[in-house]
């Protein structure tokens, strides 16, 4: 979808990934995951209201890589 696309589109403007190696996710109205090369985000795009204008997309919750990541790395107690 074109909703998608501008998505996709947005993230190759905020991660060093090239477009062919992303990935969109449909979340929920308008709302997408955008994820390649180690990095993910989503993107919540807002159609225009005109022909003549381009499609925004919002990114949701910026966090660095490390913190959105789905697995978390043990950390050892401190010794006493």
């Known amino acids: 979808s074109r909703l998608a696309e501008a998505a996709g589109e947005r993230a190759t403007r905020e ?6 190696e992303l990935t969109e996710a449909h979340i929920y109205s308008g709302t997408y995951r ?3 090369c180690g990095h993910d ?6 159609a225009p209201a005109s022909a003549f ?5 919002v990114r949701e919750n910026p966090l660095p ?6 697995t978390t790395a043990a950390v050892p107690p401190a010794p006493l």
């Open 15 to 20: 991660f060093p990934c090239p477009m062919e």
């Open 34 to 36: 955008v994820a390649g």
């Open 41 to 46: 985000a989503t993107y919540t795009c807002f």
């Open 53 to 57: 204008s381009s499609i925004n997309c």
């Open 65 to 70: 890589a490390a913190a959105s990541s789905m």
